[in-house]
């Protein structure tokens, strides 16, 4: 009986921690895209995410120059075209021929949740501040919407 409950507790920390793997995104949560040093990271599971009607909330925020901004934005968009959702639980924004803000929903489901991935570049004349994020809950997309107070 302590066995299984010593593998049930490090299943409950292993499966947030990799809720996004399979995804390309991951190569950035996991620190081969810019050093872990530097961006500032967040993993956020549980009761205090309920409101939001959340289980997982995984966030990593860096400044990049245009060329890692490339790749991050490459690495967003294929996972956008490998996991395609319908239109309906998607929401694009493109700046400067940039990708500037995207919520996606991926087409695959666990156990009933959602999973979204997220990404915002705010960029001035030398950097790029970057946030890309990976959710995973009951949320819909309109939850979301009004979650982040966009229309």
């Known amino acids: 009986m302590k066995h299984l409950l010593i593998t049930l507790m490090l299943l409950g920390i292993a499966l947030p921690i990799s809720a996004q793997r399979g995804l390309h995104i991951n190569e950035v949560f996991e620190g081969n895209v810019i050093q872990k040093a530097g961006m500032h990271k967040t993993l956020i599971k549980g009761e205090s995410l309920e409101?939001?009607?959340?289980?997982?909330?995984?966030?990593?925020?860096?400044?990049?120059?245009?060329?890692l901004r490339d790749?991050?934005?490459?690495?967003?968009?294929?996972?956008?075209?490998?996991?395609?959702?319908?239109?309906?639980?998607?929401?694009?924004?493109?700046?400067?021929?940039?990708?500037?803000y995207a919520v996606v929903q991926i087409d695959d489901t666990r156990g009933g949740l959602h999973r979204y991935i997220c990404y915002q570049c705010r960029s001035n004349a030398a950097t790029n501040n970057i946030t890309l994020a990976y959710m995973e809950g009951k949320a819909t997309l309109a939850d979301l919407r009004k979650t982040f107070k966009r229309k």
């Open 71 to 100: 790749k991050v934005e490459a690495l967003f968009s294929k996972d956008m075209g490998e996991h395609p959702s319908d239109k309906d639980n998607i929401e694009l924004e493109y700046r400067d021929g940039h990708l500037y």
């Open 51 to 67: 409101p939001y009607k959340l289980t997982v909330l995984h966030t990593a925020k860096f400044t990049a120059g245009s060329l």
